[in-house]
């Protein structure tokens, strides 16, 4: 079945720790999407791309990196420099106008 | 980016009833999407309508849209306690790259 996967399902942070959150879909997207979300808020893009080797800031892109290097990966780091990265991570794919597909999402929590 | 708004923040009924709630946006829009989320999971697409379409029906779903007052219902016929969710409309924009933005959603709570 077509889907996205991201994984871990939950993942620990240390002070001072770069974290991968992985991304993958097998939808044949060109799209893909990250989002965060916090308790009882919405979602909040972090970063985006329409085409491989190729991705844009969101609104919140600030302490995160990523990568698209295969069309179907979209990996998220995580870096030192995000000082709040306890939350819900979502990664979406898109193809033409039409809705979304979301991976059943990463929760981190730094320790 | 856009920006879909949806009201109330939470609604809490009694299962059987009837659940509203609604999506403002403030631009011209290609699409509207509502989605569903269950606590802790991702994201699931319910329903899609294109600017050109007034009201869609898929099962127990009705979505309308009117996009001279920029909004969008959605209505959940005969409520029932596994409809207890969050809510979130989308927006798609009216031309150009599609990043549609996510309000803070309705939480949802049908009672048994």
């Known amino acids: 079945d077509g889907g996205i996967t991201q994984s871990p399902k939950y993942l620990f942070r240390k002070e001072g720790q770069n974290v991968t959150l992985s991304c993958e879909q097998n939808?044949?997207?060109?799209?893909m999407y990250w989002y965060r979300q916090d308790p009882g808020q919405g979602l909040r893009l972090i970063y985006y791309?329409?085409?491989?080797?190729?991705?844009q800031k969101g609104d919140i892109a600030e302490g995160y990196s990523v990568s698209r290097e295969k069309k179907e990966s979209f990996p998220l780091t995580v870096t030192s420099a995000q000082k709040n990265p306890t939350a819900f991570y979502l990664c979406?794919?898109?193809?033409?106008?039409?809705?979304?597909?979301f991976g059943s999402g990463t929760r981190l929590t730094v320790v | 980016s856009q920006q879909g708004e949806e009201d109330p923040q939470a609604l809490s009924i009694q299962e059987g009833e009837n659940a509203t709630m609604n999506c403002s946006y403030k631009?011209?829009?290609?699409?509207l999407q509502w989605y569903r989320q269950n606590s802790g999971r991702g994201l699931v697409h319910l329903i899609l309508?294109?600017?050109?379409?007034r009201e869609k029906h898929s099962g127990r779903l009705r979505v309308t849209l009117d996009t001279s007052k920029k909004s969008s219902s959605l209505l959940i016929t005969a409520s029932r306690a596994a409809d207890t969710a969050s809510y979130f409309c989308?927006?798609?924009?009216?031309?150009?790259?599609?990043?549609?933005?996510f309000g803070r959603g309705t939480s949802l709570i049908v009672h048994p």
């Open positions: 309508i294109r600017s050109n379409e």
């Open positions: 631009t011209s829009i290609n699409n």
């Open positions: 989308a927006t798609g924009p009216g031309g150009g790259s599609y990043i549609p933005t």
């Open positions: 791309s329409q085409i491989v080797n190729d991705f």
């Open positions: 939808l044949n997207h060109d799209a």
């Open positions: 979406a794919s898109i193809q033409g106008n039409n809705g979304y597909t």
